[in-house]
Nanobody
Framework: QVQLMESGGGAVQPGGSLRLSCVVSGYTYSEAWFRETPGKEREGVAAIVNARVKDYANSVKGRFTISKDNTNNIVYLQMNNLDPEDTAMYYC?????????????????WGQGTQVTVSS
């Protein structure tokens, strides 16, 4: 059984940075970060396959970086130059095969989420 546990969310001013972590228990081959705000669909932010191949939503390219520490089975999302539009609940997702899909329906396992608030 795969379990995902996110941490690292919080409040930050515009232009600031945060690093989210997702501890993965069990076997996964692909992981992703999604975000959700009330009344909107869950949006794919970044995905990684086999700790190497990556893809990003256009809205975060150049600002966010996804990575994975295979030794400790932790997936990170480094978020720089944050904007109030980035305010959301952020979720980690995973599956046991390879995909870079940023569609929520394509992912099997989910964490409980961590809140990110960007405000002055």
């Amino acid at each position: 059984q795969v379990q995902l546990m996110e941490s690292g969310g919080g409040a930050v001013q515009p232009g600031g940075s945060l690093r989210l972590s997702c501890v993965v228990s069990g076997y996964t081959y692909s992981e992703a970060w999604f975000r959700e705000t009330p009344g909107k669909e869950r949006e794919g932010v970044a995905a990684i396959v086999n700790a190497r191949v990556k893809d990003y939503a256009n809205s975060v390219k150049g600002r966010f970086t996804i990575s994975k520490d295979n030794t400790n089975n932790i997936v990170y999302l480094q978020m720089n130059n944050l904007d109030p539009e980035d305010t959301a609940m952020y979720y980690c997702a995973a599956r046991p095969d390879g995909t870079l899909s940023l569609k929520a329906a394509h992912w099997m396992y989910w964490g409980q989420g961590t809140q990110v608030t960007v405000s002055s």
